[in-house]
């Protein structure tokens, strides 16, 4: 079954605006991961989070977790054209092989 | 240089074929991972192995083998090709699967299509 559920599906902005985007999950993790994904081409890495932390940032990203909720967002701020992309939200799960389970994905699109 | 690589880009086949995608990483990673993304992008792993050994083998048909020579290279074959198989097949690696090393790296993604 899947771990990870975003939402919205699709979100469509104005260059400049902040991208919010929600994954929620269901078991325990070990970290939670995001990643984009421009048309026709590979998963790129964005940021983890473990577990005990509740907030990270990387450049325009800021990633939380709640763990209480079993929710992650992930922020992009100041959004451009080149964020259009397909975001995806990954559980490692605790105790599987360290395996990654990933959500349906956001589809991210940004006005110039 | 390309850090995860594939080959084909781009695979046409009639049912009932064999075929091969062909995997390569040069990051010096120890671990290496088969996904597959339907029509609708969902993401679900198929294969993983570390230092040439499988660890991951999801509910996958066993038309389906993968196949490691070493660390570096992760095949994957496919028999008896059906309609459903058609999706993209990306390969990704990782450097391990300890803690502070699980960013997985992708490749560009193979695109399958059967007729």
């Known amino acids: 079954s899947q771990q990870g559920e975003e939402d919205p599906q699709a979100l469509s902005i104005q260059e400049g605006e902040n991208a919010t985007m929600n994954c929620s999950y269901k078991?325990?993790?070990?970290?939670l991961q995001w990643y984009r994904q421009n048309s026709g081409r590979g998963l790129v890495h964005l940021i983890l989070?473990?577990?005990?932390?509740r907030e990270k940032h990387s450049g325009r990203l800021r990633v939380t977790l709640d763990t209480s909720k079993k929710s992650s967002s992930l922020l992009i701020t100041a959004s451009r054209a080149a964020d259009t992309a397909s975001y995806f939200c990954a559980t490692d799960v605790r105790g599987a092989n360290s395996k990654l389970t990933f959500g349906k994905g956001i589809t991210l699109s940004v006005r110039p | 240089d390309t850090a995860v690589s594939q080959t084909p880009k781009y695979l046409v086949t009639q049912m009932g074929n064999d075929k091969s995608i062909k995997c390569e990483q040069n990051?010096?990673?120890?671990?290496m991972y088969w996904y597959k993304q339907d029509s609708k992008k969902f993401l679900k792993i198929m294969f993983s192995?570390?230092?040439?050994?499988?660890?991951i083998n999801e509910t996958v048909p066993n038309r389906f083998s993968p196949k490691s020579p070493d660390k570096a290279h992760l095949n994957l074959h496919i028999n008896s090709l059906e309609l459903g198989d058609s999706a993209v097949y990306f390969c990704a690696s990782s450097q391990d699967r300890r803690e502070g090393y699980e960013t997985q790296y992708f490749g560009p993604g193979t695109r399958l299509l059967v007729l």
């Open positions: 078991t325990s993790i070990n970290n």
């Open positions: 989070i473990r577990s005990n932390e």
């Open positions: 192995y570390n230092n040439k050994e499988l660890i």
């Open positions: 990051l010096g990673h120890d671990t």
